[in-house]
Every structure is written in structure tokens, then in C-alpha cells.
């Protein structure tokens, strides 16, 4: 079954610079979440987008800003980039239909801010 | 807001033996899900088990159940017959029943398996 896919899978970028990372997320999934793991901690939820409208925020940087396109694909921008963006950035998919929602997650981009 | 807590930062268990990995939530809310998710050495979120809220009966896979209780907002995991394959991170994680929400995590609990 298609899974998740996220693109680059391994980011390295100096500060002060921009990165661009993608999600794809499973056929026929409206939704995509966007949730940042820093190193030794757990997920934090960045945001969401249900039908290409953001859906849900959470401590997301003025810095980083996101969309889902017309495809349902997704990308995080995130600008002038701090050695504290190093984390393992997650997206997850979903769908309304079903009762669980269920989120399934990519394999993840680990970005280094160097 | 609710907040998931996961008051074992690491726990270890010998192969076949059986461990029970603990976790605590606040709410407000009366319908929710829970969820177990693994994270191994490869970073890849895995879900290993959901429990519905409004359901009584306690969820079961496999090898892996949970003992919910809605009272106490209480939602451990048993692992039975531990293998080396279940060496990793585990979160607790709790999601709104309302729509597409987001998953909020407990800051987890690495279990480590004794050969």
C-alpha cells in the first residue's frame, strides 16, 4: 500500500538560510499535519490543512509557513533558518471518511541547521 | 488544553517476559482517542494500538493491550512475550474525537530489551 512519502529525506542548511520540505501524502487523503521532533523530545504539532485550507496551528514560527496544493501535497517553508530548527520533521496524512481519522506518518526529513 | 504524561523515561524488560508501560491524561473532554504509537532506531512513527473512549472494552493486538481507565484518565500498555524487535521509543499520544485534530504526545518512554 502507498505510504507517506517526504522529500528530502536528509536536509543540511547555515543559518540564516531557507529550506523547502514536501509531503505527499497517501492517495485520497484530505489532510496533511506538519509535527517537528526535536532531539531527545517528542512530536510537536506545527499545523494541519484540510482541503488545501489551514486547519489547525500550533507553535509554528512566524518564520515557517506552509500550504497544501491543489494535488493534496503539501510544503513546509521554513526562512532565515536558527542551529534550533535542527529537529525530524514529520508530516502525516489523513482522511475524514472512517471513524478514527487515523494519521499516518512519513518517514520523516532530519534538518540540520549548521 | 490536554497534556499527556509519561512518567517512565526508560524501562527495561527481559526477552518473553511481559512489561507494562504507564500513562496519564488531562481532559475535559468526554469522547477521545488514545493511541500507542513506536518509534525504533529508524525514527518511523509506528501505531501500535487506539482506544476509543467511549468503549468499555479494553483494546487488544497481538501481543499488545491496554488497560484504560477513563476515570482515572489512565491509558497503559502491556507488551506480553517481549521481543528484541520491541526495543524502541513509545508515545502516548491523545487526539479530540472532533475531526482532524492533532496529536498531542507524552514525552515517551524508551523500553529496552534484556537478551
Known amino acids: 500500500a502507498a505510504g507517506v512519502i517526504q522529500s528530502p529525506r536528509h536536509l543540511i542548511k547555515e543559518k540564516r538560510e531557507t529550506a523547502t520540505l514536501k509531503c505527499y501524502p497517501i492517495?485520497?487523503?484530505?489532510?496533511v499535519y506538519w509535527y517537528q521532533q526535536g532531539p531527545g523530545q517528542d512530536p510537536q504539532f506545527l499545523i494541519s490543512?484540510?482541503?488545501?485550507?489551514?486547519?489547525d496551528k500550533g507553535s509554528i514560527p512566524d518564520r515557517f509557513s506552509a500550504q497544501q496544493f491543489s494535488d493534496y501535497h503539501s510544503e513546509l517553508n521554513m526562512s532565515s533558518l536558527e542551529l534550533g530548527d535542527s529537529a525530524l520533521y514529520f508530516c502525516?496524512?489523513?482522511?475524514?471518511?472512517?471513524?478514527?481519522?487515523?494519521?499516518?506518518f512519513g518517514p520523516g526529513t532530519r534538518l540540520t541547521v549548521t | 488544553a490536554q497534556t499527556v504524561t509519561q512518567s517512565q523515561p526508560e524501562m527495561s524488560v527481559q526477552e518473553a517476559e511481559t512489561v507494562t508501560l504507564s500513562c496519564t491524561y488531562d481532559?475535559?473532554?468526554?469522547?477521545?482517542?488514545l493511541f500507542w504509537y513506536k518509534q525504533p532506531p529508524s525514527r518511523q512513527m509506528i501505531l501500535v494500538i487506539r482506544?476509543?473512549?467511549?468503549?468499555?472494552q479494553n483494546a487488544t493486538e497481538n501481543r499488545f493491550s491496554v488497560n484504560f481507565q477513563k476515570a482515572a484518565k489512565s491509558f497503559s500498555l502491556k507488551i506480553s512475550d517481549s521481543q528484541l524487535g520491541d526495543a524502541a521509543m513509545y508515545f502516548c499520544?491523545?487526539?479530540?474525537?472532533?475531526?482532524?485534530?492533532?496529536?498531542?504526545f507524552g514525552t515517551g518512554t524508551r523500553l529496552t530489551i534484556i537478551p
Open positions: 502525516a496524512s489523513s482522511t475524514r471518511t472512517g471513524s478514527y481519522y487515523e494519521q499516518y
Open positions: 492517495p485520497r487523503h484530505d489532510t
Open positions: 490543512f484540510y482541503e488545501k485550507m489551514q486547519s
Open positions: 481532559t475535559s473532554e468526554s469522547d477521545y482517542y
Open positions: 482506544q476509543e473512549a467511549y468503549k468499555q
Open positions: 499520544a491523545y487526539r479530540t474525537s472532533f475531526g482532524n485534530e492533532k496529536l498531542t
